[in-house]
T-cell receptor, first 117, second 114 residues
């Protein structure tokens, strides 16, 4: 069963506007972590933001914020004031603890964002 | 710079050939893992290791072997390459410490099996 679902294969956004990337997850664990990564056309994986399942406040990192709705199992990424350099593939990922000190990181299929000038 | 180093960056293999993808990290991370990335499927976990001498299977382990003799190195072996193994491979490492158990990724290996 898919643990991470990203329903938007591709999105277009106008420069300087905000964009929201959807991510829903499936887990029965109480303790887990949620990540967003950016993959530009050059191919590297760039860490953007992290939200722990026990964190009461939504995570923010500069222009990135994570809208965490635990009851809905949703962890949407919001990019504010989009820039041309934000054009990339974005992956949502979840870290689950399999057993003590044994973790697995599962990824969604990704969302391609294209920023238009 | 500290990080995860993957070699080679590109490789073309013939069906049935074997090869090893190298991965090394200098951050003293306990956890290392290998992923493959295919279009429309995100990254899928192949094998992972929680420390030297300990490895386990991920989501798509068939056709791949790993070992972890040192904390720094985590090579991925393809014993008999198949066209279905054409993909981009990423190695990642992580520590248990720190706020976000941040994963550091290598730059990837693009493998083509013909």
């Amino acid at each position: 069963a898919q643990k991470i679902t990203q329903t938007q294969p591709g999105m277009f956004v106008q420069e300087k506007e905000a964009v929201t990337l959807d991510c829903t997850y499936d887990t029965s664990d109480q303790s887990y972590g949620l990540f967003w990564y950016k993959q530009p056309s050059s191919g590297e994986m760039i860490f953007l933001i992290y939200q722990g399942s026990y964190d009461e406040q939504n995570a923010t990192e500069g222009r990135y914020s994570l809208n965490f709705q635990k009851a809905r199992k949703s962890a949407n990424l919001v990019i504010s004031a989009s820039q041309l350099g934000d054009s990339a593939m974005y992956f949502c990922a979840m870290r689950e603890e399999i057993f003590s000190n044994d973790y697995k990181l599962s990824f969604g299929a990704g969302t391609t964002v294209t920023v238009r000038a | 710079n500290a990080g995860v180093t993957q070699t080679p960056k590109f490789q073309v293999l013939k069906t049935g050939q074997s090869m090893t993808l190298q991965c090394a990290q200098d951050m003293n991370h306990e956890y290392m893992s290998w992923y493959r990335q295919d279009p429309g499927m995100g990254l899928r976990l192949i094998h992972y290791s929680v420390g030297a001498g300990i490895t386990d299977q991920g989501e798509v382990p068939n056709g791949y072997n790993v070992s972890r003799s040192t904390t720094e190195d985590f090579p991925l072996r393809l014993l008999s390459a198949a066209p279905s193994q054409t993909s981009v491979y990423f190695c990642a490492s992580s520590s248990w410490t720190g706020k976000n158990y941040g994963y550091t990724f290598g730059s990837g290996t693009r493998l083509t099996v013909v």
